[in-house]
Structure formats: C-alpha cells, structure tokens
C-alpha cells in the first residue's frame, strides 16, 4: 500500500504563491508518473499538472505560466509552486502517483487551497 501526504496548501490573496509537497511512502515498487489534480465544489475533479519519472511535465492550459510541477526522486516527494493564485485556483488539491506502472489507484487526502479576491 502507499500513502500519500500532501501539505502546503491554505489561504492566500490574489496574485499571492503557494507551494504544495506530497510525500510517498509505503510499498513503493517504483514511481513512474507523478500529478496534481484538483476538485472545486460542484467540479468535476482535474488535472492541474503532472512530471514523469524523466522530468517530462504537463500542464493544465488554465495554469500554464503560473504553476510550476517538480519532483525529488530521493525523497519520493512531488512539489506544486503556485504563482499569481486566481481565485479561480481555489479547489482542493490531490496527489497522485503511478505506481506500479499503469496503476494510478493512489490518491492523498487532499489539501484545500482558498483564494481570495
């Protein structure tokens, strides 16, 4: 089994910055992709980024130039940097990882990220 943590998330202004970590642990074969999704009320949950194991990112054409995806191997641990935050942005974020290859069952808790206008 893996567990995700994620943290970072919380209330900021407009045009503020916010960076999200989520930490692997447990049972980890290996890690192949590594994502942020988010779900705001009464939304369908998204993709907001995601990294492969070669550093290979992909992001949400609502974030493009804003966010900004990275990841420590080392540490099994992904980072989302959150700049000039919408209030649009306000969701609740989930980790996601793919492990082992093709499996994409593990999610975090979530961390809500709140944006005020």
């Known amino acids: 089994q893996v567990q995700l943590v994620e943290s970072g998330g919380g209330l900021v202004q407009a045009g503020g910055s916010l960076r999200l970590s989520c930490a692997a642990s447990?049972?980890?074969?290996?890690?192949?992709?590594m994502g942020w999704y988010r779900q705001a009320p009464g939304k369908q949950r998204e993709l907001v980024a995601a990294i492969t194991s070669g550093g290979s990112t992909n992001y949400a054409d609502s974030v493009k130039g804003r966010f900004t995806i990275s990841r420590d191997n080392a540490k099994n641990t992904v980072y989302l940097q959150m700049n000039s935050l919408k209030p649009e942005d306000t969701a609740v974020y989930y980790c996601?990882?793919?492990?082992?290859?093709?499996?994409?069952?593990?999610w975090g808790q979530g961390t809500q990220v709140t944006v005020s206008s």
């Open positions: 996601n990882v793919e492990s082992p290859p093709g499996y994409y069952g593990h």
């Open positions: 447990g049972s980890i074969f290996s890690i192949n992709a």
